[in-house]
């Protein structure tokens, strides 16, 4: 039997150190793998492929957004190279996935969500007031310390042009799965940089509102 003293000092230590384990466990999400096949035909997801500002509450499961997020940036092939083309295989588009409860970065390569900023920051991915009650927003966020360009206005352009292309696959997906979804430059900038510590090599290009 423990004395009062060892309990004592046994309860010290799991005040001090679960609040470790917690966080070290919310700190990166396993996303489930993606589902690589069946889905709509893609002519009927073109035909069915739209712009819509009205969403619900209801969250998207871990396996909807594993397949969303693989959709759109995933690895699909054994070098590394993408679900969507990028300007000399720079590859300068990150992913931030912005939920009520944190913002994520996702890791392609691990296939996880790893975790930035906690806190409901919905506020910083639209001006409007959908994509502040959605419960999914994402930020495509261009590195531009990746790109190689001399000229930053050529890169920013390019920087679009690749998330155009991420964003085309966003909805196509969502065409395909039921989902609601919507593109907009319309986006905080300063904010967004101030709420993610991002330096000047770190351009938010557009964000995403995905959901039912």
Same mark, same amino acid.
């Given at each position: 039997?423990?004395s ?9 230590l799991l005040?001090i150190f679960?609040?470790c384990s ?9 996303l489930p793998?993606?589902v690589?096949?069946?889905g709509?035909?893609l ?5 069915? *492929?739209?712009s819509? %500002?009205?969403f ?8 909807q957004l594993?397949?969303?997020l693989?959709?759109?940036? @995933?690895?699909? %092939?054994s070098d590394? *190279? %993408?679900?969507a083309?990028?300007?000399?295989n720079?590859?300068?588009?990150e992913l931030f ?13 691990n ?10 920051n *919905?506020?910083?991915? @639209?001006l ?6 959605a ?5 495509l966020v ?6 190689s360009g001399k000229?930053e206005?050529?890169n920013l352009?390019?920087?679009?042009i690749?998330? @155009? ?7 196509l ?6 989902l609601?979804?919507?593109? *907009?430059?319309?986006?905080?900038r ?5 709420i993610? @510590? ?15």
């Open positions: 039997m423990f009062k003293n060892q309990i004592k000092f046994l309860f010290a005040l679960a609040p917690i966080f070290a466990q919310k700190s990166e999400i396993k793998q993606p690589k096949t069946g709509m035909p002519m009927e997801a073109l035909a069915n *492929r739209k819509s %500002r009205d619900s509450s209801k969250e998207l499961s871990n396996q594993s397949d969303l693989w959709a759109m940036w @995933g690895i699909n %092939r590394g *190279r %993408r679900t083309p990028s300007a000399r720079w590859q300068e588009t996935v912005v939920k009520s409860d944190a913002i994520y970065k996702y890791n392609a390569k296939n996880s969500l790893e975790s930035v900023k906690s806190g409901d *919905r506020n910083i991915v @639209g409007q007031d959908f994509a502040k009650k419960p999914l927003n994402i930020l261009a590195n531009t310390a990746l790109m000229d206005s050529d352009n390019t920087a679009h690749d998330a @155009g292309f991420i964003s085309q696959n966003a909805y997906y969502c065409a395909s799965a039921g609601n979804c919507v593109v *907009r430059l319309m986006i905080d300063d904010e967004i940089r101030k993610l @510590g991002f330096d000047k090599k770190m351009y938010p290009v557009v964000g995403l509102t995905i959901g039912y």
